[in-house]
T-cell receptor, first 111, second 113 residues
Framework: DQQVKQNSPSLSVQEGRISILNCDYT??????FLWYKKYPAEGPTFLIS?????DKNEDGRFTVFLNKSAKHLSLHIVPSQPGDSAVYFC??????????FGTGTRLTIIP | DVKVTQSSRYLVKRTGEKVFLECVQD?????MFWYRQDPGLGLRLIYF???????EKGDIPEGYSVSREKKERFSLILESASTNQTSMYLC????????????FGPGTRLTVT
């Protein structure tokens, strides 16, 4: 049973517009949340994170929002750039360092 | 800069062969992990290790084993490869105990025929 779901396998966004990637989870015990970005033929790289005591964390063009009551995590990228085209995974932590990854969303930025 | 390297980018093996996937990290990280990535399933944890000679099962350990004889090296072993183990295998490391950020290698695309 998938504890972490990214319901949109793919997303296309015009360059300069906002990209919103979503992640839903079932276990309310998760206490730390991360987003990773993966280019083809490369390993995932860490992008941004948020702890369960916050509801928003911002880093440049990237903002992560956490809605604990809805068990929902989202990543906003604004403005979107062609280099943002990649697969994005949310990853959740409970207790120890073991990450539980989502299924991934392929983001394509259209020039 | 953290570097995680994996011994092969592409590997083709036959059913029943014993397969070794090697991973080395150069940042003295305590923790190391093996994942497989499959379309529609994301990254799933196979095994991880918090210290030399220690190992813990992840979510899908069946058909795999691991070895960690040195801190910098973590090996994934497929004792008898099967076609359903065709996948992208990713190794990662992290600095314990407070860091959740994991650093990944480039991956090994394994095809079992």
């Amino acid at each position: 049973d998938q504890q972490v779901k990214q319901n949109s396998p793919s997303l296309s966004v015009q360059e300069g517009r906002i990209s919103i990637l979503n992640c839903d989870y079932t276990n309310s015990m998760f206490d730390y949340f991360l987003w990773y970005k993966k280019y083809p033929a490369e390993g995932p790289t860490f992008l941004i994170s948020i702890s369960s005591i916050k509801d928003k964390n911002e880093d440049g063009r990237f903002t992560v929002f956490l809605n604990k009551s809805a068990k929902h995590l989202s990543l906003h990228i604004v403005p979107s750039q062609p280099g943002d085209s990649a697969v994005y995974f949310c990853a959740l932590v409970f207790g120890n360092e073991k990450l539980t990854f989502g299924t991934g969303t392929r983001l394509t930025i259209i020039p | 800069d953290v570097k995680v390297t994996q011994s092969s980018r592409y590997l083709v093996k036959r059913t029943g062969e014993k397969v070794f996937l090697e991973c080395v990290q150069d940042m003295d990280h305590e923790n190391m992990f093996w994942y497989r990535q499959d379309p529609g399933l994301g990254l799933r944890l196979i095994y991880f290790s918090y210290d030399v000679k220690m190992k813990e099962k992840g979510d899908i350990p069946e058909g795999y084993s691991v070895s960690r004889e040195k801190k910098e090296r973590f090996s994934l072993i497929l004792e008898s490869a099967s076609t359903n183990q065709t996948s992208m295998y990713l190794c990662a490391s992290s600095l314990a105990p407070d860091s959740y950020e994991q650093y990944f290698g480039p991956g090994t695309r394994l095809t079992v025929t």
